[in-house]
């Protein structure tokens, strides 16, 4: 597609249940980011790939969070035993460079609302 | 730990006057300075970038101005447009590091220009 595909877009779950949010990438880019954004805030750093390998996994919160890319391209963000301090907007970015010059490109977000 | 911080949550203009839009950043290690736009129900969109061995970047009616001792960067719109109506997010990053893909955002400030 022409930019960055983001499913679903509106995801709500109860506390306790796993949660997969799926992103597409533009297609050729390198670089994949998942970013999550909290009501009046900016998007907070999750986790990022270049190609299929995960570079730096540092802003999980925590190990209910995890990340894949294994083919390099479409990318999945699960969070099992979801809280409702999970609910956000969780938002995935592609740059065509490794590693990224900071200019990502950045899709239409999944609001996931924990209940 | 705000590391990159914008003070305004919002600000109003008249069409065909100047915007300012302001940030501050604390860590000192940041190397390249972002200002990224939103509308609603959209992603962010990349709109200027300033690496830090400039102090202005200038793109049609749109210029960043940093300096450095202070720890401040701007974004100037001139003239403002009713379609500059969005949330401005300003972001930075430390392009020599490991973690290219690792943005720093801001909380954003919300433009509206009324004509």
């Known amino acids: 597609g022409a930019g960055v595909s983001q499913s679903p877009r509106y995801k709500v779950t109860k506390r306790g249940q796993d949660v997969a949010l799926r992103c597409d990438p533009i297609?050729?880019?390198?670089?994949l980011y998942w970013y999550r954004q909290a009501l009046g805030q900016g998007p907070e750093f999750l986790t990022y790939?270049?190609?299929?390998?995960?570079?730096?996994k540092s802003g999980l919160p925590n190990d209910r969070f995890s990340a894949e890319r294994p083919e390099g391209s479409i990318s999945t963000l699960t969070i099992q035993r979801t809280e409702q301090r999970d609910s956000a907007m969780y938002r995935c970015?592609?740059?065509?460079?490794?590693?990224?010059?900071?200019?990502?490109?950045f899709g239409e977000g999944s609001r996931l609302t924990v209940l | 730990d705000q590391q990159v911080k914008q003070n305004s949550p919002s600000l109003s203009v008249q069409e065909g006057r100047i915007s300012i839009l302001n940030c501050d950043y604390t860590?000192?290690?940041?190397?390249?300075f972002l200002w990224y736009k939103k509308y609603p129900a959209e992603g962010p969109t990349f709109l200027i970038s300033?690496?830090?061995?400039?102090d202005k970047n200038e793109d049609g009616r749109f210029t960043v101005f940093l300096n450095k001792s202070a720890k401040h960067l701007s974004l100037h719109i001139v003239p403002s447009q009713p379609g500059d109506s969005a949330v401005y997010f300003c972001?930075?990053?430390?392009?020599?590091?490991?973690?290219?893909?690792?943005?720093?955002f801001g909380q954003g400030t919300i433009l509206t220009v009324h004509p």
């Open positions: 970015a592609s740059s065509l460079p490794p590693g990224g010059a900071g200019e990502l490109f």
């Open positions: 297609s050729g880019h390198v670089s």
């Open positions: 790939f270049n190609y299929e390998a995960q570079q730096d």
């Open positions: 860590n000192s290690m940041f190397d390249y």
């Open positions: 300033i690496s830090s061995i400039k």
């Open positions: 972001a930075a990053i430390r392009r020599g590091g490991t973690s290219y893909g690792k943005l720093t």
